[in-house]
């Protein structure tokens, strides 16, 4: 990916984007054939599933979240998830806050 345009819409608008949202369509008619398959089961783990889909070719990159409350709750999970990933290796990952201006650096006791 060389690209940094960001872009943010509620309906996909690019190839990747779109292949994002067959994947969570994908999903979401797996979840309703369980749904089906389980109905009146009472040990059924039915609970409700989140999912983050990236795509990538050597351009650009698409996501897609699906039933996060905020793209603020996703970014979360996927830095436990990241987290995760680096402790199954043996790594460390630590997440360190930058300010985005000088002033944000600033002390403000």
Do not use: W
Not at 2 to 15: E, G, I, S
Not at 32 to 48: F, I, Q, S, V, Y
């Amino acid at each position: 990916m060389t690209d940094m345009d960001v872009k943010q819409a509620d309906q996909p608008f690019t190839r990747l984007t779109r292949l994002c949202q067959s994947m969570t369509d994908a999903l979401d008619d797996a979840l309703e054939a369980e749904r089906e398959e389980h109905r009146g089961d009472p040990e059924a783990n039915l609970t409700p599933v989140k999912a983050i889909v990236f795509l990538e070719d050597d351009e650009k990159a698409g996501i897609q979240i699906r039933d996060y409350e905020d793209s603020v709750q996703a970014m979360a999970a996927l830095f436990m998830h990241m987290k995760a990933i680096f402790q199954a290796s043996g790594r460390d990952l630590e997440f360190v806050g930058i300010p985005d201006t000088v002033e944000g650096a600033e002390d403000h006791d």
